[in-house]
């Protein structure tokens, strides 16, 4: 929750009426099955990233992930296994997009949907649905896009995009026209090729049906991007991160995923998760995940060596070359 201030004085009675509210906006807990945060491989399983799948050409890392590499034709994802509960969450994404070539392509997605979409480069079907920077055209939910590519020829790439999908198997997405007419929120900022040492960060707060997009480099000033207002997220749908590339490539590479909650939210959040019920109506009760700390998730030697070592979620995907 964020409190706008507009008012350029206050009473010293006003600020003490305020200030609990303040508080409370820094008092937001990280949700630890729907995070992921580095050492990655020294957090590794027998069956991989706790709470996380990924596959095509994702590969990890011990200090980060790639979801596509600087090479042409690409598609990975990363998706949290656990369904999310949250009323209103905020989700802060550190990443670092970049190439030694200019220009790069296609850039990458944060997603909540209600079903995650695991590209498969060896289904035929698959090839065709993944045009949406990875994610298939027909989702339901939320993406917020970080297109690095100007299609269009307007020269405001790269830009964050937030767009909503429905499910309908008849949506067409404007690609080339970079989502111009579709986009609830369109915001140019220059977080392509950032210097190695400043990682961008992406914080989006929804709470009140109403989502906000906050950018930053490094340690630089918060800027904001926008407010979307009506947007109603049901619970149960995934977060995830999607990212391609065409004939231009870039290294799409991800160093944190924070989803934090009011502390009310999360303790409702486990009871869902460890309480053995309350999950959405139609949604089969996913198995919980661990309990930070317990027996399940001890450490695992990760395969085939030790921390430093890159691990890749299946076959490259190769894919028809893409919007760019």
Not at 246 to 253: E, K, Q, V
């Amino acid at each position: 929750v964020s409190v706008d201030f507009r008012m350029q004085s206050f009473s010293f009675f006003t600020l003490l009426f305020l200030s609990p509210l303040c508080l409370g906006a820094n008092n937001n807990e990280i949700v630890e099955y729907h995070s992921l945060q580095a050492p990655f491989i020294a957090e590794w399983w027998q069956g991989g990233l706790p709470n996380w799948d990924f596959g095509a050409s994702t590969v990890v890392t011990d200090k980060y992930v790639r979801l596509a590499p600087d090479k042409q034709s690409r598609v990975g994802w990363l998706w949290n296994t656990q369904a999310s509960h949250l009323d209103t969450w905020e989700v802060t994404l550190t990443f670092r997009i970049h190439s030694k070539r200019n220009p790069g392509a296609d850039g990458m997605a944060l997603w909540y949907v209600d079903q995650p979409f695991h590209y498969d480069p060896t289904n035929e079907h698959h090839a065709s649905q993944a045009k949406l920077w990875g994610n298939r055209v027909d989702f339901m939910g939320l993406g917020i896009i970080f297109d690095t590519y100007d299609n269009d020829g307007q020269r405001d790439n790269p830009t964050v995009t937030v767009v909503r999908g429905t499910g309908s198997p008849n949506q067409r997405w404007e690609t080339d026209n970079d989502l111009m007419s579709q986009a609830d929120l369109k915001c140019p900022y220059e977080y392509r090729n950032t210097n190695k040492d400043e990682k961008v960060k992406a914080r989006i707060v929804y709470t009140g049906n109403r989502l906000s997009v906050f950018m930053s480099i490094g340690d630089g000033k918060e800027t904001s991007c926008g407010n979307v207002n009506n947007v109603v997220l049901p619970a149960g749908y995934h977060f995830g991160m999607t990212a391609t590339t065409g004939h231009l490539a870039d290294n799409h590479d991800i160093y944190g995923l924070v989803v934090k909650a009011a502390p009310e939210q999360v303790a409702h959040e486990d009871e869902i998760m460890y309480g053995g019920g309350g999950h959405a109506e139609g949604e089969e009760a996913a198995a919980p995940p661990p309990r930070p700390g317990g027996a399940a998730q001890q450490r695992m030697n990760p395969p085939r060596g030790g921390p430093g070592k890159k691990f890749g979620g299946g076959r490259n995907a190769n894919i028809p070359r893409g919007r760019k």
